[in-house]
């Protein structure tokens, strides 16, 4: 069976042609799993090894789902660290600019105030918790449009204690739009980092621990997370080390 084109997968044409400038023309194990469904409006949770193509698994169904003429920003991708912030913007620069879309970092260690006036403009805003809070607390850049939300590397932001950074942050974005959430998990075992995407309803936000999982509903952030072993998805598969599982919003609002 011939491999999927991004083209295939329902990537539209601008933004194939920016991923063939760089080399890209066929997508790699996890995006041929994930980006195909997140461009359908379904919730997606992948796991694959750390340089597997995970960036692109998440920022291309996210351009070509953003409106350059839409509220700014749309798009908020949440990281632990500066250099992982950078990395992304970096990665997902040409596909954004191939649909007209901006994309900004905001991270502490740098002045705060050309980051303040990147950010207002950004269609998709990426940030450590820390700097966004403090942008937010100055009201110089506003989540209440933000329909898309990606959780970079969360264990590790959790690991690092900012749960109740991303508590606070994610009661900001607005409800009932679609949430893209990211969870890598950096060193899960020696030699063998990993790192997972995910892509769920606004409202709702997972963590998987064994054969149960823990859920936080949003639209009572802060809260006691709480334990449920119900099926976390309708769909699963895996691809030369990558896992991938989705179902349909419907189906997961009904779970949770």
Not at 23 to 50: C, H, M, N, W, Y
Not at 180 to 203: F, L, N, W
């Amino acid at each position: 069976m011939a491999t999927p084109t991004f083209a295939d997968l329902g990537v539209s044409d601008a933004v194939v042609r920016a991923l063939a400038d760089r080399g890209f023309t066929e997508p790699f194990a996890i995006q041929r799993l994930a980006i195909g469904d997140i461009l359908a409006g379904r919730d997606v949770l992948a796991k694959s090894p750390t340089g597997s193509g995970k960036t692109l698994a998440f920022a291309v169904p996210l351009a070509d789902r953003i409106a350059a003429d839409g509220p700014r920003p749309t798009a908020l991708v949440l990281a632990p660290t500066r250099e992982l912030a950078s990395q992304i913007v970096e990665e997902s620069r040409s596909v954004c600019h191939a649909r007209a879309l901006r994309i900004a970092a905001v991270y502490g260690g740098v002045g705060i105030h050309k980051q303040a006036r990147d950010a207002a403009k950004a269609h998709i805003l990426v940030a450590t918790p820390g700097r966004l809070e403090d942008l937010l607390e100055r009201r110089a850049v506003s989540l209440s449009n933000v329909r898309f939300l990606v959780l970079d590397e969360a264990d590790r932001m959790l690991d690092m204690g900012f749960r109740p950074a991303v508590d606070r942050i994610v009661a900001r974005c607005r409800l009932g739009g679609r949430r893209c959430s990211s969870r890598p998990r950096s060193k899960a075992r020696p030699g063998a980092s990993r790192v997972s995407t995910r892509v769920i309803p606004c409202g709702t936000s997972t963590r998987r621990q064994g054969a149960a999982r823990q859920t936080w509903n949003t639209g009572s952030w802060p809260s006691p997370m709480q334990t449920v072993s119900t099926p976390w998805s309708r769909s699963c598969g895996r691809s030369a080390g990558s896992r991938w599982c989705s179902f349909a919003p419907s189906a997961a609002r009904t779970a949770w």
